[in-house]
């Protein structure tokens, strides 16, 4: 069951904060998130494995309530390089299946 | 291998004729994923290999679609009679299980015409 995500699409000025939401109707053993820029493979950016995990990359970090099956991902202070689309992967009793994905624009 | 290798890179096809796209994965890596991208689209889970056994075919579009791994290794995926709407870019990952980071090759850009 492919996971939901939200936004499907937002706007940033340099700086700006975002959050991006993914949820499953499935209950979830890890949340994978990556970045896609155009015309290029998925980046791995963070994989989170427990309950109330949280992780940070950068300015970038995740957290995952393993029992609402949901995991954000959020994006502080961001830059002209964040640009790009936000993929959450989950997998639980299935292999990593793939949200819609979040297009980020960040502009100057 | 230093990253997962697809190949080719481009394929142009006829509608009609039948096509096999390769990937080689990570050196090491038992699970092996295929995922579909369609213009602007997202990435469509096609099958998943754990060694050379395939638990989960549900992604397949069609009978059409076909795919294999041998010696825990490479992987074909064998579309047969092509249509237009399997143009698409097939990207295949690899990793060292399911709850493992997955790494991605750079894809097959497929255009039937």
């Known amino acids: 069951q492919q996971p939901v995500q939200s936004p499907q699409a937002v706007i940033l000025r340099e700086g700006e904060d975002a959050v991006i939401n993914c949820s499953s109707s499935?209950?979830?053993?890890?949340v994978h998130w990556y970045r896609q820029k155009h015309g290029e493979a998925p980046v791995f950016l963070m994989i989170?494995?427990?309950?109330?995990e949280q992780k940070g990359h950068e300015k970038i970090s995740a957290s995952f309530n393993e029992k609402k099956q949901q995991s954000s991902l959020y994006l502080t202070a961001s830059q002209l390089s964040y640009s790009g689309t936000y993929f959450c992967?989950?997998?639980?009793?299935?292999?990593?299946?793939f949200g819609k994905g979040t297009r980020l624009s960040v502009i100057a | 291998g230093a990253g997962v290798s697809q190949s080719p890179s481009n394929k142009v096809t006829e509608k009609g004729k039948d096509v096999e796209l390769r990937c080689d994965p990570i050196?090491?890596?038992?699970?092996l994923y295929w995922y579909r991208q369609s213009l602007g689209q997202g990435l469509e889970f096609l099958i998943y290999?754990?060694?050379?056994?395939?638990?989960?075919k549900s992604g397949l579009p069609s009978d059409r679609f076909s795919a294999e791994r041998t010696g825990g290794s490479v992987s074909t995926l064998t579309i047969q009679r092509t249509q237009q709407e399997d143009s698409a870019v097939y990207l295949c990952?690899?990793?060292?299980?399911?709850?493992?980071?997955?790494?991605f090759g750079q894809g097959t850009r497929l255009t039937v015409v």
């Open positions: 990952a690899s990793s060292l299980g399911i709850y493992t980071e997955a790494f």
């Open positions: 499935k209950a979830l053993y890890s």
């Open positions: 989170l494995l427990k309950g109330g």
């Open positions: 992967g989950t997998s639980g009793n299935t292999p990593l299946v």
């Open positions: 050196s090491g890596h038992t699970a």
């Open positions: 290999f754990q060694g050379n056994s395939a638990p989960d």
